[in-house]
């Protein structure tokens, strides 16, 4: 059984920074892409960012230069360094890994989300 647990959300101030994280359990020997994805109220789901098991990354346009996405590939862990951040980035956060592979199957997977809030 495959888990993504996110953690490091919370309220900041227009214009601080919070550091995202999401590790993945279970018995994994890789995973494709991990990325962020985040919702606020009343829209849909966007993209963030994310990045491939070679390190390639892609970004929405309005988290340029604002945010970084990294991972660990010995903890299955993708991390979002946010910076800058803004009362529009206020969302629920939700980490999300493609083509996990385990010992008897391949799947993507969403964890549970994580709020994170930016007060003006």
């Known amino acids: 059984q495959v888990q993504l647990v996110e953690s490091g959300g919370g309220l900041v101030q227009a214009g601080g920074s919070l550091r995202l994280s999401c590790a993945a359990s279970g018995r994994i020997f890789s995973i494709n892409v991990m990325g962020w994805y985040r919702q606020a109220p009343g829209k849909q789901r966007e993209l963030v960012a994310g990045?491939?098991?070679?390190?390639?990354?892609n970004y929405a346009d309005s988290m340029k230069g604002r945010f970084t996405i990294s991972r660990d590939d010995a903890k299955n862990t993708v991390y979002l360094q946010m910076n800058s951040l803004k009362p529009e980035d206020t969302a629920v956060y939700y980490c999300?890994?493609?083509?996990?592979?385990?010992?008897?199957?391949?799947?993507?997977?969403w964890g549970q989300g994580t709020q994170v809030t930016v007060s003006s």
């Open positions: 999300n890994a493609q083509g996990v592979r385990t010992l008897t199957r391949r799947g993507d997977y």
């Open positions: 990045i491939t098991s070679g390190g390639s990354t």
